[in-house]
């Protein structure tokens, strides 16, 4: 009994390894006959684990989604994943999930053998977490819109605009995007036959939602560069674009989420689409980059850092001659 329980743990191991396992396959990673194998699949059949199979040479094993969960199965690393994503949730921007994520770390502690907790236990002691700052929303909504998305549903929603005014919309929804602090659904506005972007925290579902829909292409056919656009365009008192001379890959390494719409321009240059509050914030943000740059709009900005350099200028003149004085008078003293 013992030898068919390992065998079984191991054969619940091995199944999402891959998409399909022929029965050979499985007989030889387990040291058993291709009967066993069958065998064994009907036990684990039997427990309420959905195997599926398929003759022929095209054929073979693969797990599916049955009436319970599988053992957690987890290496080093996985484990380490697991508690950080857990700890991560159980802080994050997502009301209602704080709890379940708490649930689940006393679970996983008490399967984890004892090397793999100590481990787990160490990260989640030295990691710590900034609160995030950011409006929560309520994980069932998050959920909702997420199977609206994936069903292709349409969705009846109410939604409270920055002046405070509310409205109902039925809508597609297309993806969710977290920028920021903040999560956005972008969807397709029936009622004004153009695609909009509505964060989450100020919209409510109406039941029932709309009916299924055949997926429209999202403009430019990038979800998230199409809501930071739309988001920018609204929280930037000055919109800006401007040519960078490094590659997008690199700058993108120096930018905050949501910072800017990043478009290759050539192998060593990028164009950058973002803004500020003012034109000096902004100046000083592109400066932060440390690339060379060339302004595209408006031409305000490129006076502004003109006059920024002309300042950093003055000040490394000024700090220069202060040192000069210094050292002057440090070497006359030395002298005397």
């Not at 160490?122 to 609206?148: M, Q, T, Y």
């Not at 929280?235 to 949501?258: C, I, K, N, Q, Y």
């Not at 220069?320 to 002298?335: H, T």
Request: charged share 25%; aromatic share 4%.
């Amino acid at each position: 009994m013992l030898d068919t329980s390992v065998r079984l743990l191991r054969l619940l191991a091995l199944l999402p390894t891959r998409p399909t396992w022929s029965g050979p396959e499985l007989a030889e990673r387990l040291g058993v006959t291709t009967r066993t194998v069958r065998n064994d699949v009907e036990r684990l059949r039997l427990l309420g684990y959905e195997v599926r199979s398929a003759p022929g040479t095209a054929g073979g094993y693969r797990l599916g989604s049955g009436t319970a969960l599988p053992p957690l199965l987890l290496d080093d690393e996985e484990a380490a994943v697991v508690a950080v994503s857990l700890r991560a949730a159980a802080t994050g921007s997502i009301t209602g999930v704080e709890d379940a994520a708490r649930r689940a770390l006393v679970k996983l502690d008490t399967v984890l053998p004892a090397r793999l907790r100590a481990r787990a236990d160490a990260l989640r002691a030295a990691v710590a977490s900034a609160p995030v700052g950011g409006p929560a929303v309520d994980a069932r909504v998050l959920a909702d819109i997420a199977a609206a998305v994936a069903a292709r549903t349409g969705l009846r929603i109410e939604y409270r605009a920055h002046d405070g005014t509310t409205t109902s919309r039925a809508v597609e929804p297309y993806r969710l995007v977290h920028v920021g602090r903040r999560w956005y659904l972008l969807a397709f506005d029936q009622g004004r036959d153009d695609w909009r972007t509505f964060r989450v925290d100020r919209l409510r579902l109406r039941s029932p939602g709309g009916p299924r829909f055949t997926p429209r292409p999202v403009p430019g056919g990038d979800a998230v560069a199409h809501v930071v656009r739309g988001v920018g365009s609204v929280a930037w008192a000055h919109p800006a674009r401007v040519r960078l001379h490094a590659p997008a890959s690199t700058v993108a390494d120096r930018m905050e989420p949501g910072a800017g719409v990043l478009v290759d321009d050539g192998p060593d240059a990028c164009v950058l689409e973002t803004g500020g509050t003012s034109l000096a914030r902004l100046a000083g943000f592109l400066l932060g980059l440390d690339v060379d740059l060339t302004v595209l709009d408006p031409p305000e900005l490129a006076a502004t850092l003109a006059r920024i350099g002309e300042r950093a200028a003055r000040s490394a003149r000024a700090t220069s001659g202060a040192v000069d004085d210094v050292l002057a008078r440090g070497g006359a003293g030395d002298a005397g």
